[in-house]
């Protein structure tokens, strides 16, 4: 039952973010007010890490299998890739770089905050 219960949970809340996704005037993914309303519910302590902890693992130890039929979908657009690989190849790189800078500053943050918090 509890299973059926966080299954319950996780896909209520899919349904209800695509619900609002049709509503809403401007285009913003279900998938993403997914997530923030998960993180209002969480964090408003309507729905507790427990509820969800089992399920989420589960679905998150099998997140490489959801990336497969995209990434065989890709076959059929190769002709595109080909005419934009250079456009392609920057737009990766420059992104892999901004991540990477995004990722630093927020790890020397992170270690900043951690560093006065044990001084005080």
């Known amino acids: 039952m ?3 219960t966080q299954i319950g949970i996780i896909f209520g809340i899919c349904w209800i973010s695509t619900c609002i996704e049709q509503v809403l005037p401007f285009t ?3 998938s993403i007010i997914g997530m923030l309303l998960l993180l209002v519910l969480l964090l408003a302590r309507v729905i507790k890490t427990e509820h969800i902890q089992e399920k989420s693992d589960y679905l998150l130890g099998n997140l490489p299998f959801f990336f497969i039929p995209a990434s065989v979908s890709i076959i059929n657009y190769v002709d595109v ?3 934009n690989l250079l456009a392609l190849v920057v ?6 770089i901004a991540t990477f800078a995004a990722t630093v500053g927020a790890v020397r943050l992170t270690c900043r905050l951690l560093e006065r918090g ?3």
């Open 91 to 96: 737009v990766c790189t420059v992104s892999l």
């Open 28 to 30: 913003l993914p279900a």
């Open 118 to 120: 044990k001084r005080r």
């Open 2 to 4: 509890k299973l059926l």
């Open 81 to 83: 890739l080909r005419e």
